[in-house]
């Protein structure tokens, strides 16, 4: 059973625009959650993260809300860029777990469009 | 530094042969990781450890072994491979420095099982 689901494979994006990528967890005992970006024939690379204790953070272009009452957290990207064309990862750490032990989403491939 | 370093990058096996994918990492992390990627699944993680000596399963650990002798290495080992294991690995690597220290990936070892 997927703990940790990103539904939307892919998306589409104008150069400028907002990206928004989703994801949706199940597991009520996590409590961090991080964002992963993956360009092809490379390992993911950290983006950004947020505790259960925020809903909200921000790291230049990236903001990552989380709605710990939906189990809902979602990624935007202002303004979007070509180099933003990637594959997301959502991961999520469980409260009391090991820090490397992270479940992840199965991706969306972000797509900006020039 | 290196950082997260992986061998073979590619390699091709047959059903029933064993093989060891090589993972090291040269940033004195006490944390590693092996996931796997697969189309649709995103990353899910095999085994992984916490200290020299110390590993534990993840959500797909059947058909893997791993051990830590030492901090800088995690051998992940297939002893019979079969088709299912056919994937994309990547190795982490993680300090403990911080309860929400990220991790650092390895390029991937692609492994074509026939």
């Known amino acids: 059973d997927q703990q940790v689901k990103q539904n939307s494979p892919s998306l589409s994006v104008q150069e400028g625009r907002i990206s928004i990528l989703n994801c949706d967890y199940t597991?009520?005992?996590?409590?961090?959650f991080l964002w992963y970006k993956k360009y092809p024939a490379e390992g993911p690379t950290f983006l950004i993260s947020?505790?259960?204790?925020?809903d909200k953070n921000e790291d230049g272009r990236f903001t990552v809300f989380l709605n710990k009452s939906a189990k809902h957290l979602s990624l935007h990207i202002v303004p979007s860029q070509p180099g933003d064309s990637a594959v997301y990862f959502c991961?999520?750490?469980?409260?009391?777990?090991?820090?490397?032990?992270?479940?992840f989403g199965t991706g969306t491939l972000l797509a900006v469009q020039p | 530094n290196a950082g997260v370093t992986q061998t073979p990058k590619f390699q091709v096996l047959k059903t029933g042969q064993s093989m060891t994918l090589q993972c090291a990492q040269d940033?004195?992390?006490?944390?590693m990781s092996w996931y796997r990627q697969d189309p649709g699944m995103g990353l899910r993680l095999i085994h992984y450890?916490?200290?020299?000596?110390?590993?534990d399963q993840g959500e797909v650990p059947n058909g893997y072994n791993v051990s830590r002798s030492t901090t800088e290495d995690f051998p992940l080992r297939l002893l019979s491979a079969a088709p299912s294991q056919t994937s994309v690995y990547f190795c982490?690597?993680?300090?403990?420095?911080?309860?929400?220290?990220?991790?650092?990936f390895g390029p991937g070892t692609r492994l074509l099982v026939l």
């Open positions: 982490a690597s993680s300090s403990t420095s911080g309860r929400f220290e990220t991790q650092y």
């Open positions: 597991n009520s005992m996590f409590d961090y």
């Open positions: 947020i505790s259960s204790i925020k």
């Open positions: 991961a999520a750490s469980e409260y009391g777990g090991a820090t490397n032990k992270l479940i």
């Open positions: 940033m004195n992390h006490e944390y």
């Open positions: 450890s916490v200290g020299a000596g110390i590993t």
